[in-house]
C-alpha cells in the first residue's frame, strides 16, 4: 500500500494478453519454472509459462481439475527465501440435476511445488471439512513442445526435430523429443501412489475421504537430456528414487548455506526491512544450484543463463556485502574469455562473454548465443570489478591468479576496442544474427541522434569510456599491488588522457548533460538518457559538469518519481511503454544513485532510493522487476508495469544494495580490518538501520546506525570488536 492507501497496477495491452498478471516462479540451477497462482501451466497468453531446463521447456501444459473443473482459488504464494510454492485450492459447487450437493469449500487442497536437480517436486493433500464422505474425481492434464526459449520468445523456425512415442506405464509417463542437433530430451512425470488411470496427457485419480480425513499423493517431473540418438525403443529418463520428503530437506540444507553467506539487513521501516529480505533471497535464487558456483543468472524466464555484463554488475552492488558472488563472476568469466578472433560469435582474444546458451538453437547456430561476446562493456566492467574485488578482500592470491586475464581485457581493449585509433571504444556488429547495439540498451533503435535518426556504426557510448576509465584506474591500483609500478603509470596516463578527450567530445553544454554516444562519422548524439549517470559512477566526469549531470538527471523530465528514465521526456524517441527509450530500470537508477552520491549529492540519491523503495511496496513479493514504464507517478496509483519483464532479474534485485551503500558512503578495508562511514546519510524514510554479520577479513562485525538530524551515527554493537569503525562527517 502507498500512503494514501491505495493500490492499483497497470499493464499495457499487448497482442497477446498474459495469463496471469501475477505469474509464480521457481528456479534451481538451470531449471526453473513459470506457473499460474493455481500452479498450472497454461498454453495461450504471452507463452512463457512451462518448465524449463537448459533452455528447453520439457512442460508446456500442466493443469488439475476437480470434478473436470478447475479448481477455485483462495490464495497462493512463493516462501520469502524463494523455496516453496504453495496454493490454497477449494471445489466449486458442485451440482447434479441443476441441485448442489457438494457446496462451494467443502474441500480443501493444498498444492505445494519446489525445484531441485532437474526435477520438479509436487504435493497435493486434500482435505474433507464436510460433514458427509467424499469421492473426489481428480485429474492432472499435461504436455510437453520441447520447444526452445528462442521459440518461445517468438523465433520461427522452418524444421523442427520429431516428437518421439509417448510411453506410458501405470505410474509413470514418459515424453520425449529428438531434436535436429541429435539430442533426446525426455519429461518423466511419476506419480505416488499410481493413478487410477493414466494415458499419454493425462492422470486420473480417485479420492475417497471420509468427514474431516485427508489424503496426500507426489507427482514428481524429471527432466534429462543426452547426445546420444534414441530410437524410442527404450526409456529413457532415469526415475529419481528419493521421495517428496527426503528432498525436501536435502534442498533446504543447500537453501540454509547459501543464505548464510549475506549479513542480515534490517531496519525500523518494515517496507525496506521486507525490500531487502527479497532482494537478498532473489540474488540468492538466481545462484543456487548453479554450475558455475556463486555466479547469479542474470533473470527468468528469458535470461536464466550466464550473462557477463549482469553478472558484473550484480557482483558490483552485491560487493559490500558478500564479495564471494564477485569471486565467482570473475572466476567463471576468465575461465571463458575469449581466445580467438570468430565474428559469427563476435569473439575477439580478450574479450569477456556476453551469454552463454545450451539450448537446441544454439548449439545449432540458429542464434549465435552458444558462446556469444557481442557486448562492448563487459570487458572493462570485469576489470573494474577485478580491482574492487582486491579492494574489498585484500586477496591478493585470486588477483594473482587471474591477472593474466586482465591483463588480457586490458590488450583487448586497446587493440580491438578502439577498432579506428581515436581513443574511445566502440562497436560494431560483425555477426549477422547478433546484437546490432551491443552496450545495455541493446533495443535496436536505442541509440539515436536528437532528430530521431539512429546513429550509425562504430558507436563510442558514453558510459563505455567511462567503464574504460575505470578499468585503467582499477588495472594500476592491481599493478601496484604486484609490484609493477612503471606499468601503474602508464595505465594512469592512459585514464587521465581519455578523461581529457571524453570531456572535449562527449559534453553537450545546450544540454547540461553528456552525449548520450558519438557514431561512426563521430558525430555526438546529443539526447538526455540515463547514462550520463553511469559516467558518474565511474568517476569520468569533472566535479563541476557532474553537478549539472545531477540536476538534468532528476530532472521532471528524466525522473518520474519512481526512478531515473532512460531517455527523458522531451527526447524525439521517448516513449515510456518501450523497453529502452523511456521506461525505468532498477540497476540503471542503482548505478546513477551511486554516481551521485560519489560527488556528493547523497540527498538525490535518497530520492532514488525512496522511489524505488515505494515502488518495492506496490508490486507483488516486494520483488522490483527488471524495468517498468516510465509513466510520471500520479498520486494514489502504483507503477505501470512492463509485461514482459523478466521477474525476479538479478541485477534488479540487487539495486538496493548499492544505492544504500551509496548513501552511506561505506567503504570496506580487509587489510586493515577497518570499514568507513564517508559522510553516512540515511534517507527520512530509514530513521534506522541494522548490519548484522558484515564481514571485514575473517571476522565479522554487527552495526548499528541511526539518523541524527543531518548526520548518521554508527555503533558497533559489540564493543570488543577488533574490527575499527571510521566515521567522516562535515
Not at 552458444?370 to 591478493?396: I, K
Request: proline share 4%.
Amino acid at each position: 500500500m502507498d500512503r494514501a492507501g491505495v493500490t492499483q497496477h497497470y499493464y499495457i495491452a499487448t497482442p497477446l494478453s498474459p495469463v496471469d498478471d501475477r505469474a509464480r516462479v521457481l528456479k534451481y540451477g538451470r531449471t526453473f519454472f513459470v506457473f499460474d497462482r493455481l500452479g498450472d501451466v497454461q498454453p495461450g497468453g504471452l507463452g512463457e509459462q512451462g518448465l524449463f531446463v537448459e533452455g528447453t521447456r520439457h512442460l508446456s501444459q500442466l493443469k488439475a481439475h476437480l470434478w473436470r473443473t478447475p479448481p477455485l482459488l483462495l490464495s497462493s504464494t512463493v516462501e520469502t527465501n524463494n523455496f516453496l510454492f504453495s496454493a490454497d485450492l477449494a471445489n466449486l459447487d458442485v451440482s447434479r440435476y441443476q441441485e448442489v450437493v457438494i457446496p462451494r469449500g467443502t474441500l480443501h487442497l493444498l498444492r505445494s511445488r519446489f525445484l531441485w536437480k532437474k526435477s520438479c517436486y509436487e504435493e497435493f493433500l486434500f482435505v474433507n471439512h464436510g460433514l458427509s464422505d467424499l469421492f473426489v474425481p481428480f485429474r492432472i492434464t499435461f504436455d510437453a513442445d520441447f520447444a526452445d526459449i528462442f521459440e518461445v520468445r517468438g523465433i520461427h523456425r522452418e524444421k523442427r526435430g520429431k516428437r518421439l512415442s509417448t510411453k506410458v506405464e501405470n505410474a509413470s509417463v514418459l515424453l520425449s523429443y529428438e531434436g535436429l542437433d541429435g539430442v533426446v530430451r525426455r519429461t518423466l512425470l511419476q506419480s505416488d501412489p499410481a493413478p487410477a488411470r493414466t494415458s499419454d496427457g493425462e492422470l486420473e485419480y480417485e479420492v475417497a475421504l471420509r468427514s474431516k480425513e485427508r489424503a496426500s499423493f507426489h507427482l514428481l517431473v524429471s527432466c534429462d537430456s543426452d547426445g546420444s540418438r534414441d530410437d524410442g525403443s527404450r526409456n529413457g529418463g532415469s526415475r529419481n528414487s528419493i521421495g517428496y520428503s527426503a528432498a525436501i530437506s536435502a534442498a533446504h540444507r543447500e537453501l540454509e548455506t547459501a543464505g548464510g553467506a549475506f549479513p542480515r539487513l534490517y531496519s525500523s521501516n518494515s517496507r525496506f526491512s521486507d525490500w531487502i529480505s527479497r532482494s537478498i533471497a532473489d540474488v540468492q535464487m538466481m545462484m543456487v544450484g548453479n554450475p558455475e558456483p556463486n555466479y547469479p543468472y542474470a533473470g527468468v524466464p528469458w535470461f536464466s543463463t550466464v550473462f557477463g555484463r549482469d553478472g558484473i554488475i550484480t557482483a558490483l552492488q552485491t560487493l559490500w556485502l558478500n564479495p564471494a558472488i564477485a569471486r565467482g563472476v570473475l572466476e567463471c568469466l576468465a575461465a571463458m574469455q575469449a581466445t580467438k578472433i570468430d565474428p559469427a560469435s563476435d569473439a575477439e582474444p580478450g574479450k569477456i562473454l556476453h551469454e552463454m546458451r545450451s539450448g537446441e538453437m544454439a548449439a545449432l547456430g540458429e542464434v549465435p548465443f552458444g558462446r556469444y561476446y557481442g557486448s562492448v562493456d563487459a570487458t572493462a566492467l570485469f576489470v573494474m570489478l577485478a580491482g574492487a574485488y582486491y579492494e574489498r578482500t585484500a586477496d591478493r592470491q585470486f588477483i594473482q591468479r587471474i591477472f593474466p586475464h586482465v591483463e588480457r581485457a586490458l590488450e583487448w581493449i586497446d587493440n580491438f576496442g578502439d577498432s579506428d585509433g581515436d581513443g574511445f571504444v566502440e562497436y560494431a556488429r560483425h555477426s549477422t544474427k547478433g546484437l546490432v547495439q551491443q552496450g545495455w540498451k541493446d533495443s535496436d533503435d536505442s541509440i539515436f541522434h536528437a532528430d530521431g535518426s539512429l546513429a550509425e556504426a562504430p558507436i563510442a557510448l558514453c558510459e563505455v569510456q567511462g567503464y574504460v576509465y575505470a578499468a585503467k584506474l582499477a588495472a594500476a591500483e592491481l599493478c601496484l599491488v604486484l609490484g609493477d609500478s612503471g606499468k601503474a603509470g602508464a595505465l594512469h596516463a592512459q585514464a587521465d588522457e581519455l578523461r581529457e578527450r571524453f570531456e572535449e567530445q562527449f559534453w553537450c553544454e545546450e544540454l547540461s548533460t553528456y552525449a548520450l554516444a558519438l557514431d561512426g562519422r563521430k558525430r555526438a548524439c546529443q539526447v538526455r538518457t540515463s547514462n550520463a549517470g553511469h559516467c558518474l559512477y565511474t568517476g569520468i566526469a569533472s566535479l563541476e559538469r557532474a553537478r549539472r549531470v545531477a540536476e538534468t538527471l532528476l530532472s521532471p523530465e528524466s525522473f518520474s518519481g519512481w526512478g531515473v528514465r532512460t531517455v527523458a521526456s522531451r527526447e524525439v524517441r521517448y516513449n515510456p511503454l518501450s523497453y529502452h527509450n523511456g521506461s525505468i530500470w532498477p540497476h540503471d537508477n542503482s548505478l546513477v544513485a551511486c554516481g551521485l552520491a560519489r560527488y556528493g549529492f547523497k540527498k538525490l540519491s535518497g530520492r532514488i532510493l525512496l522511489g524505488l523503495l515505494d515502488l518495492s511496496s506496490m508490486v507483488e513479493l516486494h520483488r522490483l522487476p527488471e524495468l517498468f514504464c516510465g509513466l510520471d507517478r500520479r498520486p494514489g496509483e502504483g507503477p505501470t508495469l512492463y509485461p514482459v519483464a523478466c521477474s525476479p532479474q538479478a541485477w534488479a534485485a540487487a539495486a538496493p544494495f548499492l544505492i544504500l551503500q551509496a548513501c552511506l558512503g561505506i567503504s570496506i578495508d580487509a587489510e586493515h580490518q577497518q570499514i568507513m562511514f564517508d559522510h553516512p546519510c540515511l534517507p527520512d524514510g530509514i530513521p534506522q538501520l541494522a548490519i548484522d554479520g558484515l564481514r571485514c577479513g575473517n571476522v565479522c562485525v554487527d552495526l548499528f546506525l541511526e539518523r541524527r538530524n543531518d548526520t548518521v551515527l554508527v555503533q558497533k554493537k559489540d564493543t570488543r570488536s577488533e574490527i575499527e569503525i571510521v566515521t567522516i562527517v562535515s
